[in-house]
């Protein structure tokens, strides 16, 4: 697919992600809209943007909606466990209800839509690094469950779209991804320890810190996301997009304390429930049929945020 003139609709268009989705689909000539309830996300994500091409609506995905459209990405999720834990039930209607609505609203315009599933589906994995096939270890009662599981039900539901409607369905299950832009709050390992580094705070590490995360760089997630957006024969498949350059998470503070220049402490926190111990992904699938592989380094994504995030707080942002 050429995004040239398509009329393309970013549900979450205004979050992390959105925001630099949305820059580059209009930079190739789409037309989008962007339905967002702001509950994570900020117009001022798409600052500067608006114009013929874009337009951005208020709208909560779990209400139906109708709308003409040729693609539809569906990003609509809070992602960092802070935010999606803070109101569980509206989670996982926005995860099961939400990506119903936009399937069937693309089914109604033969359109075709991408879901951004989450490497959460894998859980606490047994299998490493994650491959597809693997059908992951996840609580299913547990406070990450209206995450996980709202994301492994929106899966079910989008396949048996594809199965029994032959809506063209693809799925691309996003591992860790940061950059510039990732809100202040957003509470995820690397905004926090950008963030506490340099307001010269020590770093908060919960658990012991072995734990391992495969950080994947946002243009590169984007750059997986067009890919599958535009390919051709990909309805009904699967596929994960990510790092698999795997750190501990006291690396990733060592390196930010590098990185940022500042000598603060590390403080330990109790882990969080279900947390889990290791998460990389395999990408021999999105390598061979996509064509697509991360391209930024680790620590040169993290100068790229770390510069962002300064000038931000320098600004006053919070
Ligand atoms: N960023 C990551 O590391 C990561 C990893 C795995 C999966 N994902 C998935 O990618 C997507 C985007 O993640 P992100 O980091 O940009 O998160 P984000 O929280 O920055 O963005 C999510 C956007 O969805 C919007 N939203 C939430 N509920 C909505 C609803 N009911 N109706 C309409 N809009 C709603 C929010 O306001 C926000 O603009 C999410 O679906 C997330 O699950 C992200």
């Not at 991408?114 to 992951?136: K, R």
């Not at 243009?219 to 067009?226: E, I, K, Q």
């Not at 997009?241 to 006291?250: A, C, F, H, K, T």
Request: with cysteine; proline share 4%.
């Amino acid at each position: 697919m050429n995004f040239e003139n398509q009329r393309i609709v970013v549900a979450g268009g205004a979050g992390f992600v959105g925001g630099h989705l949305v820059r580059r689909l209009l930079e190739q000539g789409a037309r989008v809209t962007v339905l967002d309830n702001f509950h994570t996300g900020s117009r001022a994500t798409l600052a500067g943007l608006e114009g013929d091409r874009l337009s951005v609506v208020d709208h909560d995905v779990c209400a139906p909606l109708d709308m003409a459209c040729d693609l539809v990405i569906n990003l609509a999720c809070p992602a960092s466990p802070e935010h999606y834990q803070a109101d569980p039930l509206q989670t996982w209607r926005t995860s099961v209800f939400g990506s119903a609505n936009l399937v069937e609203m693309a089914q109604r315009h033969g359109a075709r839509i991408v879901q951004a599933s989450t490497s959460e589906v894998y859980g606490d994995p047994e299998l490493h690094p994650q491959a597809e096939t693997y059908w992951g270890n996840v609580s299913c009662t547990g406070p990450r469950a209206c995450y996980d599981e709202g994301k492994r039900a929106a899966e079910t539901y989008l396949l048996d779209m594809f199965r029994e409607k032959n809506v063209d369905v693809r799925i691309a299950r996003l591992f860790n991804t940061y950059g510039p832009g990732m809100a202040i709050n957003d509470g995820r390992v690397v905004s926090n320890f950008v963030v506490q580094a340099l307001r010269g705070e020590a770093l908060t590490v919960f658990g012991d810190g072995t734990q391992t995360r495969s950080f994947c760089y946002v243009s590169d997630t984007v750059n997986g996301l067009l890919a599958l957006a535009a390919g051709r024969g990909l309805q009904g498949q699967v596929f994960n997009i990510g790092n698999p350059d795997e750190r501990s998470v006291l690396e990733i503070a060592e390196l930010v304390r590098t990185l940022t220049g500042s000598a603060v402490a590390m403080r330990r926190e109790p882990a969080a429930i279900d947390d889990p111990r290791r998460r990389c992904p395999d990408i021999s699938r999105a390598r061979q049929r996509l064509g697509w592989a991360p391209e930024t380094a680790l620590r040169d994504g993290l100068e790229m945020t770390i510069a962002d995030f300064r000038g931000r707080l320098a600004a006053g942002a919070t």
